[in-house]
């Protein structure tokens, strides 16, 4: 969702394609969280929503009302687009962290 906002931001001719990639990358992964919740236990179904509102919906909306409020212009886009590449490191990065671990 914080790469869609970041699109919507950019004035340039080639954001159509991005918000269009990025929206098919939002369905199927919303699609693959409502397939997990349909076969999850209860305990699992409560954890994973709670897991998925409040750090996700929480944090992207402070994130998008401290740059509505706070930045301007292509500050404000530079800036998300340094939060949005951090976050997309450490998503593909947090795997690796397993291989530490098990070569210790």
Do not use: H
Request: with cysteine; charged share 10%; glycine share 4%.
């Amino acid at each position: 969702m914080l790469w869609l906002y970041y699109a919507s931001l950019k004035s340039e001719s080639n954001a159509f394609l991005l918000i269009t990639v990025i929206s098919v990358g939002c369905v199927i992964e919303a699609i693959y969280i409502a397939l997990y919740l349909a076969d999850a236990s209860k305990q699992a179904r409560m954890l994973t929503l709670r897991l998925l509102i409040l750090p996700n919906f929480g944090g992207y909306c402070s994130i998008l009302l401290l740059f509505y409020f706070l930045a301007k212009g292509s500050t404000r886009v530079q800036l998300l687009g340094w939060i949005c590449i951090a976050f997309s490191i450490a998503a593909f990065a947090a795997p690796l962290s397993i291989i530490v671990i098990t070569n210790m």
